[in-house]
């Protein structure tokens, strides 16, 4: 029955896609394409939508025709279809059982295991600090011996204001002139921040980091006002990661055995 079954599916989708191309084929007669060419093509969509991988789908119904006529239609209905799915359901076939099993894969990151970690865990609390009311004339010294690409602007009260960075002050390290007396940090720094919680986990951590592509996150204290108590840098985040990758392969998956000296007994550790 089963067998039946697969014939009648395969009997039904050769006709459909015999009827799509024929339509094709009445719609566009000037281009060269027969009924078979329309039908890989959307072979090479499917490809395209359920793998994540369109120039793999081209490149593969190209080498099955080996005719140019195909390729602009091919690359439009492969690109159709992974934005189609992009928008949709945002994971390839493979992703998607990945993350049915409880897996999630961020660009080749397996992001569950920072789940348990927080970020006041793995913070730096070397910070370089500014005041808004720094004159430049003395964050251009301060910056020249500095090892740090970026500075944080607290105001009196020690709540965060900003963040200065080099990029920011480029310009004025090039043309001096332009740089009037009056010229504070306040008035260079970066009001725009992309902060992150003392006890936020360093998943969220790290989708923020994507999403902004930035290379630092100043810490705050959790639940007050923009209190600083640390910053967490992309390569701490890694450096967790990789931690943890090293002590999964390192310890053994039920245990070790190790012998006490002097007595010879043995005593069985187990993670966890």
Not at 23 to 31: T, Y
Not at 108 to 118: A, K, P, S, T, Y
Not at 172 to 198: G, I
Request: proline content about 6%; hydrophobic content about 45%; aromatic content about 8%.
């Amino acid at each position: 029955m089963e067998l039946y079954f697969i014939a009648f599916k395969n009997v039904i989708l050769f006709l459909s896609q015999r009827l799509v191309g024929l339509g094709a084929q009445s719609l566009w007669p000037e281009s060269g394409l027969v009924p078979a060419h329309y039908a890989l093509i959307g072979m090479g969509a499917m490809v395209s939508g359920t793998t994540l991988a369109p120039i793999t789908a081209i490149l593969t119904i190209f080498e099955l025709t080996y005719s140019y006529q195909v390729i602009l239609p091919l690359m439009v209905s492969c690109i159709a279809s992974l934005t189609v799915v992009r928008l949709l359901h945002g994971y390839s076939i493979y992703e998607t059982k990945l993350l049915l099993k409880g897996v999630n894969i961020v660009k080749g990151h397996e992001v569950n295991v920072l789940r348990g970690m927080r970020v006041c865990e793995h913070m730096s609390t070397d910070l370089q600090i500014l005041r808004t009311d720094t004159p430049f004339s003395e964050i251009a010294p301060t910056m020249e011996q500095s090892p740090f690409p970026h500075f944080l602007v607290l105001d009196s009260q020690d709540r965060l204001s900003g963040v200065l960075t080099l990029r920011d002050c480029r310009k004025y390290f090039a043309h001096p002139e332009l740089c009037r007396p009056d010229t504070t940090a306040s008035l260079l720094m970066v009001k725009e921040l992309v902060l992150v919680d003392e006890k936020t986990d360093m998943e969220t951590a790290f989708h923020i980091f994507a999403k902004h592509n930035i290379s630092f996150l100043p810490v705050v204290r959790s639940g007050g006002p923009k209190t600083v108590v640390g910053q967490l840098k992309k390569t701490d985040l890694f450096a967790a990661y990789d931690q943890y990758v090293l002590k999964e392969r390192l310890l053994p998956p039920m245990g070790w055995v190790c012998s006490l000296p002097h007595t010879g007994s043995k005593v069985q550790r187990f993670r966890g």
